[in-house]
């Protein structure tokens, strides 16, 4: 491995002197890691450098969250060199990689003698902590160059699934499909099961580094059977996409049972092939057996399930989240609207409360049309918040409303969307969000939805659920912890929407004899509008961090609106489609952009 050519190559030694260079490499040395070995651990000394020859690194906090990743000609430890500090996040190799190791003192000594290389690696730290701002830089930085199909059983067609997903890929850079059969058509017969440690094996690495440098995405295709080659197609991948056959009935194959054996710690998910009359109720055991931290269906004859599926590889999925807020809500309708005719493919969903509600809608394929006529139905033609009870527990008893979402949702369960959806709650036994991604679609956009005082809690393993609007009113959090692109948060909170117009005070009677002298000055506070304030006012104080996490924060127009005004329907969708066709021509490129 020449040192020299690599540091040449990389961004922070680049342009300095031959000599200064040749100097460099002097000191350089060559350290090899395996998937999953660490390579920094928290806590330890800042005692060199690594520069990443082959291979990725992935950097992660001590509760386990992404800080970054780290590709090709890329530096880590460097922050801890400069503080002083000992490491602060655990590094490990996600794949096969070698690394230049560059030790402490001769690091100082160097940038000493040479002051641009210094303010190169700062500008490098500073890089990093800006593209943490946003879920599309995060998503970006840990977009997978290199992805391993691996076939749960022989009768999977990996080329085909690989053919369907290359266009989209294609739109960001060139994509080239790698199978063992190509790999000996370059270098000969049998170089492709060459094992880790085998003579020839340089041959193999080299070539496989010399693809990468040229492509943007590496597609390895493993054997229909454990061999040497799918190891190395694991080894050598930054994401493992598992297939199956929904069809199948799940079971721990030969080509799982490599999988789990080799202990990699690269993240794996499942693509589940899954026909238009395909029940995916297989989804939880496949994820199981093969470690999937999520899931893909994919229908034969769907193109843009493929292309939904590239883009959440290639960190270009679009993701929407929607915020609580009552009849205030129905302006997510217009958004959708604005969003179907601006073309922008919504690739994952979720919300809270009514922003459940919509989203949910939304995951289960039906237009904004639909959606309109559903949400007319259920709020506007119907009364299914009248079922009273003495005001013990909650003000009704929230069946009916329960037994029109059963109506609507039927059956479905969330990991049977084929657009991946969730929704949050807040645990109020436990004083934190419940973020639900699987199981009965009706009940979890219900409990989403359970306003503390005016509906009952859910039971659920004897904690008490209710609305998530109560800790997360927009769980762009949720999204970003996805790592899927960009994503557009859509807020319908109205701060300070409890007032009396006039009152002077202090003056403890005014509530209950209010009445407003004009029109324009609304209506006394009711006491669900009260109860609902109170229970979202520490959501709500955090929605500017929220919206932080979002690269398109839409704060929509619905001041005015109460949180009952459900007659109000059309006119608060017309005002969130109208401002959301302000605001989109200006998003939409920054939202279909390729990551950096």
Known sequence: MDHRALLAQSRLFAGIAPAALDQLAERTTVCGFRSGQAVFAIGAAADCIYIVATGRLRVENADGSLRGEVGLLECVGEVAILAGHPRSAEVYAVRDSYLLRIARDDLLEFLQAHPAVLLRLTQVVIGRLQMAATPSSRAGASRPRCIA??????HIDLNAIAQRMHATLAECGDVRIVDGRSVDAALGKGISQMSPGMAAEDILVRHLHQAEGAHRHLIYLCDRVPSSWTDRCLRQCDRVMVVADARTPPSLTPMLE???DLKLRVP???ILQCPEDCRADSVLPWRELSGARTHYLLRPDHPRDAEALARSISGRALGLVLGGGGARGFAHIGLLRALEESRLPLDVLGGTSMGAFVSALAACGYDWKQVLQITRETFVERHLLNDYLLPRVALIRGRKFYKRLQT?????RIEE?????FCVSTNLTRGKAVVHDRGPLALWVATSMAIPGVAPPVVWHGDLLVDGGVVNSLPTDVMQNLERGPIIASDVSTEGALTLPGVEGP???????WAPLRPHEGRRPSLI???FRTATMTSESGVAARAARADAYLRLPVS????????????VAQRGYEFAMQQLPALEARLRACPV
């Open 149 to 154: 199909l691996l076939g749960a059983s022989p």
């Open 258 to 260: 490599e999988l789990r």
């Open 268 to 270: 794996v998910e499942l």
């Open 408 to 412: 609507i949702f039927g059956e479905r």
């Open 417 to 421: 969307l084929r657009t991946p959806f």
């Open 507 to 513: 003056d403890v009677d005014a509530v209950l004899r």
């Open 529 to 531: 509008s009260i109860l």
């Open 560 to 571: 005015g609106v109460a949180l009952f005004d459900w007659k109000k329907l059309d006119e």
